[in-house]
């Protein structure tokens, strides 16, 4: 299953196969957490953002245009998922994404094979810095940064998930990478 497409999945599911959904669950699981996290800032809601996010796509898979990209509608839901579950647990109002959280960093749950220990502590420590610097960025440049090289997304795809022109994305990612370099070349 694992060379299959997610469209090739979708129709195994409707053609009776269930275990083709619990694969499709699998391969998103780690990145739609990660996601999700930059919005929620803490394990717990986005464990349970995620959760609610899968049972909307259990649901909803009957209306899903298989024409479309799974991935894109998956991310979509993930994140209108995430602003109601924040909106109804009134932690932030929708324009102050940019407060930094003391949780763990998504880039420190990045699976690692087997490093050696100075590359262990020199990874984490990047990690952190990294961490640190994207958090200094609007969360608007900060999102799609993390969807793009985190996530792997298109800026298609990310146009098409926060519902924004293409040319809006590219620019939110020319403008971040602009940041991330100034801040760099200060060190």
Same mark, same amino acid.
């Given at each position: 299953?694992?060379?299959? =497409? @997610?469209?090739?999945? +979708?129709?195994? $599911?409707?053609?009776?196969?269930? !275990?083709?959904?619990?694969?499709?669950?699998?391969?998103?699981?780690?990145?739609? $957490?990660?996601?999700? /996290?930059?919005?929620?800032? !803490?394990?717990? @809601?986005?464990?349970?953002?995620?959760?609610?996010?899968? &049972?909307?796509?259990?649901?909803?898979?009957?209306?899903?245009?298989?024409?479309?990209?799974?991935? =894109?509608?998956?991310? +979509?839901?993930?994140?209108?998922?995430?602003?109601?579950?924040?909106?109804?647990?009134?932690?932030?109002?929708?324009?102050?994404?940019?407060?930094?959280?003391?949780?763990?960093?998504?880039?420190? =749950? &990045?699976?690692?094979?087997?490093? %050696?220990?100075?590359?262990?502590?020199?990874?984490?420590?990047?990690?952190?810095?990294?961490?640190? &610097?994207? !958090?200094? %960025?609007?969360?608007?440049?900060? %999102?799609?940064?993390?969807?793009? $090289?985190? @996530?792997?997304?298109?800026?298609?795809?990310?146009?098409?998930?926060?519902?924004?022109?293409?040319?809006?994305?590219?620019?939110?990612?020319?403008?971040?990478?602009?940041?991330?370099?100034?801040? /760099? =070349?200060?060190?």
């Amino acid at each position: 299953m694992e060379t299959l =497409s @997610d469209q090739q999945l +979708v129709a195994l $599911y409707f053609k009776g196969k269930r !275990n083709a959904l619990e694969f499709l669950i699998s391969r998103y699981i780690g990145p739609l $957490y990660g996601f999700v /996290f930059q919005f929620a800032k !803490n394990s717990a @809601d986005a464990q349970d953002i995620t959760q609610e996010t899968f &049972i909307k796509v259990w649901r909803n898979l009957k209306k899903f245009d298989r024409k479309k990209s799974f991935k =894109s509608w998956l991310y +979509v839901i993930a994140k209108n998922t995430a602003i109601d579950f924040l909106r109804q647990k009134r932690h932030i109002t929708l324009s102050g994404f940019n407060s930094a959280g003391d949780e763990a960093s998504v880039f420190e =749950s &990045i699976p690692d094979p087997a490093p %050696l220990p100075p590359e262990i502590w020199d990874r984490q420590d990047l990690a952190l810095e990294v961490d640190k &610097i994207l !958090n200094q %960025l609007p969360f608007n440049y900060k %999102l799609v940064i993390i969807m793009h $090289y985190i @996530d792997q997304l298109t800026f298609q795809e990310i146009s098409d998930i926060l519902n924004k022109p293409l040319n809006t994305v590219k620019s939110q990612h020319l403008r971040a990478i602009s940041h991330l370099r100034a801040f /760099f =070349s200060k060190k």
